[in-house]
């Protein structure tokens, strides 16, 4: 079992900052494109962003400009920078590994909550 291990959800208030990290074992993380999704009470679950093996970038439109994606290749780990964060943004956010454009393993999830 590929455990993908989260961190760094938490409660921030509206207009505020929070990082995401996600480590993944080397063996899948070197080969794997790599997306952050995240899903609110009720709702699906929704690609936030995603980054290629060769560190190209795709994000949703509601979080374009906002949220960065980033990888570290050499500590297999991708990050989601969070800025000018608003109470829509409040859910449990999920890395994923990816090939081929399908989710290969999940992270457990981190929740951020967002108080306005």
């Known amino acids: 079992q590929v455990q993908l291990v989260e961190s760094g959800g938490g409660l921030v208030q509206a207009g505020g900052s929070l990082r995401l990290s996600c480590a993944a074992p080397g063996s899948i993380f070197s080969i794997s494109d790599m997306a952050w999704y995240r899903q609110s009470a009720g709702a699906p679950r929704d690609v936030v962003a995603s980054?290629?093996?060769?560190?190209?970038?795709d994000y949703a439109a509601s979080i374009k400009g906002r949220f960065t994606i980033t990888r570290d290749n050499a500590k297999n780990t991708v990050y989601l920078q969070m800025g000018s964060l608003k109470p829509e943004d409040t859910a449990v956010y999920y890395c994923?590994?990816?090939?081929?454009?399908?989710?290969?393993?999940w992270g457990q999830g981190t929740q951020v909550t967002v108080s306005s």
């Open positions: 994923a590994t990816m090939r081929r454009g399908q989710v290969v393993y």
């Open positions: 980054i290629t093996s060769a560190g190209n970038t």
